[in-house]
């Protein structure tokens, strides 16, 4: 039997998000309080290149502050890829820690497939 | 058949989660831990898989 689940993702764990740092080449994050200019925001500071201010992730609620200006002070393409990975690193985490076999797989319109196999 | 849950995450980071292989509704329960796990639900459908999964087992219980 089948069935397909859409989700949206939030950022939860701060292992899968090091993972994800990891692959796009920034340093781990660290927990602190940033000056966006919506306001102040705490969690942990992710500073993509080029960006004015961080990306401030609230690992309680999964939720990420940004402030981009609709592009001017920042590439949201960045913060795509970033959830991107963050949502493939943690697949492949929770998949091992249940014992199953994962492998991934780019795909040409830039999405990115796991196939998670259950153990013999 | 192996049982495979495939997640395809778009260049956007939303996730698309589907099982294969799975008997009966082992394929709800299957996906469960990565559901948790990446997020919030937005949706969820039944492939025409599940449905003619479901009508074998019905033929073969009224034979």
């Known amino acids: 039997m089948s069935h397909i689940v859409r989700i949206q993702t939030r950022v939860h764990d701060p292992a899968a998000i090091n993972s994800a740092c990891q692959r796009l080449g920034l340093p781990v994050p660290n927990h602190g309080t940033a000056r966006l200019y919506s306001g102040e925001a705490t969690g942990l500071l992710v500073q993509f290149p080029g960006w004015q201010y961080p990306a401030v992730i609230d690992t309680l609620t999964g939720t990420i502050h940004f402030d981009t200006f609709e592009g001017r002070w920042g590439d949201q393409a960045q913060l795509d890829k970033f959830q991107q990975l963050y949502a493939v690193e943690k697949a492949k985490l929770e998949a091992r820690k249940k014992g199953f076999q994962v492998s991934e797989q780019s795909l040409q319109d830039g999405s990115i497939k796991l196939n998670i196999i259950e153990g013999s | ?63």
């Not at chain 2, 294969?20 to 639900?41: H, M, R, T, W």
């Open chain 2, 1 to 63: 058949m192996p049982r495979i849950i495939e997640v395809i995450v778009s260049p956007k980071g939303e996730t698309k989660l589907q099982t294969k292989g799975y008997v009966g509704n082992d394929c709800l329960q299957a996906s469960k831990f990565l559901e948790e796990a990446l997020g919030i639900p937005l949706s969820e459908g039944k492939t025409a898989e599940f449905y003619e999964a479901a009508a074998n087992e019905q033929q073969v219980r009224q034979q």
